[in-house]
């Protein structure tokens, strides 16, 4: 364990000496300083002797050794740098951040949302694996850490660097927006190091759409009875019949009725429940598929008997469409290219409106939400939008 003493080193100009705290870690030492200082008067061979700095200097150890104390034997894993952040902490407020965000993810999936809860989750992940231990106290959560994070994961994993800073950042404003109270005068985290620390700007995804006989190719792709080959191309027809709906929803959609497949989408009916609400028509093109795949229990489809988690039927879908893409030579073919394509169909080939597509997609946060409020939601647009992009996709692969 660390261990700590007062160290009066060299006399400044003016003839003040300044106190510090010695810090030793490891056959490690470091200086910490105190913001006092001492006169020759307070001084006997570099030893303090006024009792009122003796009694500050004594209060301050004893914060240090609280610090590191917090810790248990983990402080003895740690590298001298990290111990002294630790030990020099003043916040009277000083909490464990990885705590909070266990317990904010698993509100997130109580709220239903999966797919938000896990990215969060890995970039918490990430900080764990970069920080080397199990706790991680907001004060220790400055712009130093952070950045050094922030370059570890450019060094270690690109790719995902932009959404991890992106996500945690999140989490440490939750944090602050759960933790003070501006108005009432509590602020117990003062700081946000993630003003200073931002994501990297993320590359430009590839854009999914296929180019419409692509569709078409993969709708008559032979492939055995009950296979993942099937379920995929199925899977990934229906979808583009409804909308380019996502494999969750999929995953879980309820029997039509009257004619019309009503749902709230998974991915953010937990922001805005009515926002998530979706009606689509059963168009005929369809009634081949749902026959095929007739669920029980009020299910649509039977993907929820097959697969005994909407995980399992995602990644059988997934290892479907990369098969069925290497053997039509479609690079990078995933499920999500229905959706995509669909939306791109609509505008550039069907003269279709942006906010109409919009609506198909059930996108959340668009500008008009609140014109939307007094206004009875109707389907009769995207009803519309739907018929002619399938028809505009059976014309261009005749």
């Known amino acids: 364990m660390p261990s700590f003493r007062v160290a009066v080193t060299s006399r400044r100009k003016n003839g003040e000496w300044p106190i510090y705290i010695r810090m030793v870690h490891g056959r490690k030492y470091r200086l910490l300083p105190t913001g006092l200082v001492a006169s020759d008067g307070d001084l006997h061979r570099k030893e303090l002797r006024s009792s009122a700095l003796i009694d500050r200097t004594d209060a301050i150890m004893k914060r240090m050794r609280d610090n590191v104390n917090a810790y248990g034997e983990d402080i003895t894993e740690l590298g001298i740098d990290v111990v002294a952040r630790i030990a020099q902490r003043r916040h009277d407020f000083d909490r464990d951040f990885f705590s909070f965000a266990r317990k904010y993810v698993e509100r997130l999936r109580t709220d239903g949302r999966e797919g938000t809860a896990k990215a969060k989750e890995a970039a918490v992940r990430s900080l764990r694996r970069f920080v080397e231990r199990d706790v991680l106290y907001y004060s220790e959560m400055d712009v130093r850490l952070m950045t050094e994070w922030r370059n570890w994961l450019r060094r270690t994993a690109r790719s995902v660097s932009s959404t991890y800073v992106a996500n945690v950042g999140s989490l440490f404003r939750a944090a602050r927006k759960e933790f003070n109270d501006e108005d009432g005068g509590m602020v117990r985290i003062k700081h946000d190091p993630f003003r200073t620390v931002k994501p990297d700007r993320a590359p430009q995804a590839r854009k999914k759409a296929l180019d419409p006989y692509d569709i078409v190719r993969i709708r008559d792709f032979p492939a055995a009875p009950g296979s993942v080959i099937a379920l995929a191309r199925d899977a990934f027809v229906i979808s583009f019949y409804l909308l380019g709906m996502n494999c969750a929803d999929l995953y879980e ?37 749902i026959e095929r795949h007739k669920g029980t229990g009020g299910k649509m489809f039977d993907f929820s008997d097959r697969y005994l988690s909407e995980e399992c039927f995602v990644k059988a879908v997934g290892d479907g469409m990369r098969r069925i893409g290497e053997a039509l030579g479609i690079e990078g073919l995933t499920f999500y290219a229905a959706r995509h394509s669909w939306a791109t169909y609509a505008v550039n080939e069907c003269g279709v409106d942006i906010y109409t597509v919009d609506k198909a997609l059930c996108h959340s946060g668009r500008a008009t939400k609140m014109t939307e409020v007094y206004i009875k939601k109707d389907f009769k647009d995207v009803d519309r939008a739907n018929r002619r992009v399938i028809d505009f996709v059976e014309e261009a692969g005749l």
Do not use: F, I, Q, W
């Not at 609400?277 to 093109?285: G, L, N, Q, T």
């Open 253 to 289: 959609a309820e029997d039509p009725v009257g004619g019309r497949l009503d749902y709230h989408r998974r991915k953010t009916r937990g922001r805005n429940y009515e926002a998530a609400h979706m009606s689509v028509k059963v168009v005929d093109e369809l009634l081949p598929y």
